[in-house]
C-alpha cells in the first residue's frame, strides 16, 4: 500500500513541469525572463503573420505553393522528430545518468570521437536528433560529445548512406566523402564548442531543470525501482513535453523556408553556379532555405548534375543540409543558449565551405 502510494507520488511529479533548478551551476547560467516573453512575442507575431496571409493573399497562386511546401516540409519532419522525443523519454527514464556519465564520461578528449560516430548504430536524422541531444545533455553527456553527435549523427548513419548510394547509383565516392567529412567535421566542431563553451553555459537552463525530479523518480522507498508501466508512461510523459516544446519551432521554421522557396526562385542560383567558390556558397545557401531531410536531400543533389554543378558544390549541400537549415536553427533555440547558437552556426557554415573548397581545388 505505501509502496503503490509513493510510486503514485513519484508519477505526479515527474509530469508537473520543471522546476527551477536548484544547483549553484545552473543558477549562474540561467535565462534572463526576458528571453521568454521574446519567445512568446516572436510567437504571436508569426500567428498573426500567417493570419494575415490567409485572410488576404489565400486567392493567388502564390499562396497555394506556400501552403504546400510548408505541409510538406511539416508532414516529411513530424514522424522523425515524435520518433525522436520518445527515444528521448526513453533515455531519459531508463538510462540512468551514472551510465551515460560512465560510456561518455566528462573531461575525456575521445568521448567526441565516439559522439561523431553514434549514429552509425543510432540511425536518425537530423528531424529527429534535436530532442535527443536535449535529453543526453539532461543526462550529463559532456558538451562537446552532444554537438558532434548533433552533426554527425543525421551524416554518418546507414539509412541515410543508403539512400545517398541509390541517389547516385553507386557511386561510393560520394557516400564515402559524405560520411568521412561529415564525421570529421563534427569532431572539429564538437571540440571548438568544447573548448569555448561549458555545458551551463551552451545550454538553457530549462534543460537541466527538472534533474532533481528525475533523480528522485528513479528510485522509490527502500531502493525499489517504479513498476515497468510506469516507467513508460513517465517515458512517454517526457516525449510529449518535448515534442510541443521543441515542435512549435519547428512549425515557424518549417514556414519560414516554405516563404523563401516561395519568393526566391531556384532558377536564380542556377544561372550563378559557375565559380566553384561561388557554386559552393550558393548550394549551401540553398542547403539552409530547403530544409530538406538527410534522407531526400542526396536525391535533390544529384539533379544538379545535369546543371554541370561541381561535386564539391553537391557535396557541401548534402553536409550543411543536416548540419543547419532554418528550421534546424529555430529547434536549436529550445536547446542551447543564442551565443552558442551564433557560434555554432559561424563554425559550421565555415568548416563545410573551406572544406568543399579544398575538396574542389
Sequence with gaps: MLKSAINKKILENSIKPPAAAASGDLHQGHDHPGNDRLAMFAQLLFVLFAMGLLVFYRDRAQFHTLGIIFVSIVLE????????????????VFISQEKITYWLPEGRWWTVFIGAGIGIIFPICECAIVPVVRRLLHKGVPLSAAIAFLLGGPIVNPIVASSR????????HMVAGRMIFGYLIAVVIGLLMGLMFTRTKAVRSEVFADLHQVKTAS???????????EKAVLAVSHAAGDFFDI?????????????LQTLVPRQIFAAALSPPALSILLMMIMALVLNLCSEADAFVAASFR????PLSAQL????LGPMLDIKLILMYLKVFRIRAIAALTVFTFLAVFMSMLWVGM
Design 306 to 309: 545535369s546543371s554541370l554543378v
Design 219 to 229: 528510485v522509490s522507498s527502500h531502493g525499489n525501482s517504479p513498476a515497468l508501466s
Design 165 to 172: 548510394a541509390i541517389a547516385y547509383f553507386g557511386d561510393w
Design 77 to 92: 519532419a513530424l514522424p522523425f522528430m515524435l520518433l525522436g522525443t520518445l527515444i528521448g523519454g526513453f533515455i531519459e
Design 247 to 259: 515542435g512549435r519551432f519547428l512549425v515557424i521554421g518549417a514556414f519560414i523556408a516554405a516563404l
Design 316 to 319: 557541401a549541400f548534402m553536409l
